[in-house]
Every structure is written in C-alpha cells, then in structure tokens.
T-cell receptor, first 110, second 113 residues
Framework: KAGVTQTPRYLIKTRGQQVTLSCSPI?????VSWYQQTPGQGLQFLFE???????NKGNFPGRFSGRQFSNSRSEMNVSTLELGDSALYLC?????????FGPGTRLTVT | GDSVTQMEGPVTLSEEAFLTINCTYT??????LFWYVQYPGEGLQLLLK?????DKGSNKGFEATYRKETTSFHLEKGSVQVSDSAVYFC????????????FGTGTSLTVIP
C-alpha cells in the first residue's frame, strides 16, 4: 500500500498570504489528522477529520481550517500567515487506533 | 485531560550502550500507547505499540511494556547503533475520542561511534 503523501513538501510564503496544504491518506483510511511541529512547541494537534466531518479540534485560531473530501483526501488552509506559522505540518491517516504519518510540508513564512 | 510526559533530552550514548527513555501518561480511560520515531527531515514512523496493560510492544530491538500500575511506557533497547539517532515520541490514544493522539515533547537521541 502506498503511504501517506503530502504536497507540497516545501513552501515559502510572505506574511499576510494564505496557504493550502494537501494530504492523501492511505487507501481505505477515513480519518485524517493534522499536526503542527515546531522546535519550541513540539507536536501540536490541529484537527481531525473523519468521513468529511471535523471530529476533533485542537487549540488553534480560526485562521487554521481544514476540510476532507469524499475520497478522504484532506486539505488544510492557513489564512493571513504570520511569522510564527513557520513549521513542519504533518498529516496522519488512521484506521482503528494507529496513526501513519506523511513526510510533512515545511512552511516558511517570511 | 489526557497527557504524556516524556524524559527530557537530548540524550547522547555511545554505540552498544543501553537505552532507556522514560514516558509516563495520564488518561481517563484505557488508552493505547505508542512510540514513534522521527529521523531528520522525515515524518513520524510508528515504532511499536501496546493496547492493554502488561502488553509488551517490540520492534527493531526496541521494547516497551504497558504498566498500568505506574502509568508508564518506557522505551528500552539493549544495544544502540548510530542508525538509531533520531527523535523519539511517546503517545497515547483513547478509544472513544476519535483518533485524537496525545504526544510527548520528544526525546532526541544521538549515538556516537
């Protein structure tokens, strides 16, 4: 089975812009979770989608949003980018109780 | 709420040394416990798991035992290699909360020849 894929792998954006990241889960997995990883804060949970519905949400501002499509692919969007949004964004897909992570998208905000 | 507390790093060991990375958890129910490993520039990979008390997860020479009485899931390896250099994350997931995972802060391990 193909693993979790994330696109793009690297992004450079300017403050105030918005960005959309994409995640394709493992075939058959209906749950997709998103995490932000930074050196200072570690791994922080953003949200989880299951069957196109947001099922869990972390403590992030409304600038961070996501959605899931009927084929389980998911996107997350960050609007009005801030310097502090520079991070590695990880997507994980799940079946049962295990999570499988993608390689991440490295976002740099200048 | 649920949480995971992990041993602070960084940890530096010589090749063939014994490794222990401590992990304790707080959970309201009966969680499943995991260790993930992250190599430089990559995402997290599942290293091992345990789903109930007294279960032992093992993989690639790493082991961890689910201890309910001490709420712990310490990672051990008898003889580390340079290739084990990575960041290790302890995590838990409770049934009934969807797939929300709680991760520790990560422990960076460097193994020197």
């Amino acid at each position: 089975k193909a693993g979790v894929t994330q696109t793009p792998r690297y992004l450079i954006k300017t403050r105030g812009q918005q960005v959309t990241l994409s995640c394709s889960p493992i075939s058959g997995h209906r749950s997709v979770s998103w995490y932000q990883q930074t050196p200072g804060q570690g791994l922080q949970f953003l949200f989880e989608y299951f069957s196109e519905t947001q099922r869990n949400k972390g403590n992030f501002p409304g600038r961070f949003s996501g959605r899931q499509f009927s084929n389980s692919r998911s996107e997350m969007n960050v609007s009005t980018l801030e310097l502090g949004d520079s991070a590695l964004y990880l997507c994980a897909s799940s079946a049962a109780y295990e999570q499988y992570f993608g390689p991440g998208t490295r976002l740099t905000v200048t | 709420g649920d949480s995971v507390t992990q041993m602070e790093g960084p940890v530096t060991l010589s090749e063939e040394a014994f490794l222990t990375i401590n992990c304790t958890y707080t959970a309201t129910g009966y969680p499943s416990l995991f260790w993930y490993v992250q190599y430089p520039g990559e995402g997290l990979q599942l290293l091992l798991k345990a789903t109930k008390a007294d279960d032992k997860g093992s993989n690639k020479g790493f082991e961890a035992t689910y201890r309910k009485e001490t709420t712990s899931f310490h990672l051990e390896k008898g003889s580390v290699q340079v290739s084990d250099s990575a960041v290790y994350f302890c995590a838990l997931s409770e049934t009934g909360t969807g797939n929300q995972f709680y991760f520790g802060t990560g422990t960076s391990l460097t193994v020197i020849p």
